[in-house]
């Protein structure tokens, strides 16, 4: 068997070819000074590159607003605004007309401290931040030296498979996509704005894939699986003709399935079950709404702050907000707060120093530090809210403390735009059941709240201790798990008792085997990714409902994860074949 290499799924898609490595050689900006009557034609130098680097900025983000709209164009304002930072301008002057340094070798200078600043960090966030100053630093310095750099277009054979180090924004955007069939990175995350850009752009991407670009050669084959995050190096042809096979077998079930839009999810046995969207950027309620969702059961916020360095005001917010209302009118869309924190750190917060990101300033938390953040957003979802169904939810809640402040914070936004005469609607309040704390505590948080969404994404991460993102540790990352079977059915109990809806939004829900799991255990609402909710679809019409809670019933006493997954494979697995929606297809994941 060829050699497997795991790493973080950035943008889904199976292809097959030859590796290109494209090593960009080091920068070297050679240490050269001026004579002191040369400072001044120096400084009009680099201020010269500054202009032209800020006009091939603005093409790209022209480019990009025209392929694939004014979210994603949003992607190269922090560049503009580092191209603006004072801080950075004026040490760059500062080296010119103190120490005479040449406009490259001063400029290269600043950056350099900016770099080994934000890489001390060492939070992934910040370092998302660092591909942007990357980018900054080429475009300036390619007006100034001559830089060299591998160019795949020049190449005349096959289309590649492009391995990197990293690729910075413009880099993946300036990709020919005749040429490149995938992208597979060392660093990056999926939150990184150039794993953004793939999934806006279809280009599968594997990234976080360690020390790939150091053991692969040029010409090598490559199989890339963008939605599992896998990169399999040299496969042997029966390799290729399994991942091929897959492949087509993903390509005619997602035909057929696209026949069922109509169709309602209903089992077997009479159970409407409610099946909801997770939109990530508000483009992707077109998709929601044409795979007939019951509504939107997540729409994240992040996207409003991912690249910017300021904070997103209320009228960007609303219009952003209203447009998914509009598309999904009459259904029902549930609006999540800004959860940041964690590995979403934009520039605008203050710089925290924490070691466990992920137990520290995150989700509601924020909000504290920052008041006008959560208040300007609760404005403008209730704004939203007068031109349909709107439900407000709010991530990472732990207490009862907690609620009572988010709903103080509603009124009072609620009574501003009353008194100013401003259009709103009302809107039902909900919570993240996330936390450990929050799933053991769900039967008084439900006085306190309208509605629940259960997060299995965080609710694994908490509860085992596992670090989500880190791919190395994907076994540990167990739903399965007899802590977790017991903790999701108390939620759904409590829920059900105080006549709480609750709806599953994690990953977990987007998946057919994840999915069996959640209805046996008295979950009736799912919300996934819409590229999931045509599957889910197939397999909710199939089961019956009862016989599927009597399964996951008889689990209670199994010991293991592997052995509570086997179960269910084993007694249930007729359903996810007779589907197709076994795990061969790929189809369960974004
Ligand atoms: C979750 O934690 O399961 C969830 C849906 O939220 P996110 O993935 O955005 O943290
Ligand atoms: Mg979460």
Redesign the pocket.
Known sequence: MAETVQGIPASPGIVIGPAFVARWPRLEVPHATVAPDQVEAEVTRFHAARESAKRRTVELRGQVESRLGSVQAKIFDPQLMMLEDPDLVEGTLTYICDSFLTAERAFSLRVLEFRSRWLDATHARVMDRVADLNDVQLRVLATLIDIPGPDITKRDDDAVILVAHELTPSRMVDLDRSRVLGVATDAGTRTSHAAILARSLGIPCVVGLTDLSRRVENGVELILDGARGKVVIAPTESEKGWFQDRDERARRTKKELESTVGEEPTTRDGVRIGLYA?LELPADARAAAAVGADGVG?F?T?FLVVGKMSVPDEEEQYEAFRGVVDTMAPRPVTI?TF?LG?DKFPMFLPPIAEENPFLGWRGIRIYEMMPELFHNQARAVLRAAAHGPVRLLV?MVNTVEECRAIRAVIEEARRELERDGIDHGDCPLGV?L?TPASVAIAAILARHVDFF???????I?YMLAVDRGNAQLSQFFDLYHPALLRYIGDAVSAARALDKPLCV???AASDPLGALLLLGLGVRNLSCAPSAILGQKKLIRVIELEHVERVVAGLLDVETGREIRERILERLGEALDSTALNEDTGLSRS
């Open positions: 997770n997540l994240r992040e999540r959860d964690g991530p993240m996330e969404s259960l997060g299995t994404n965080d609710l991460q939004c994690g990953e």
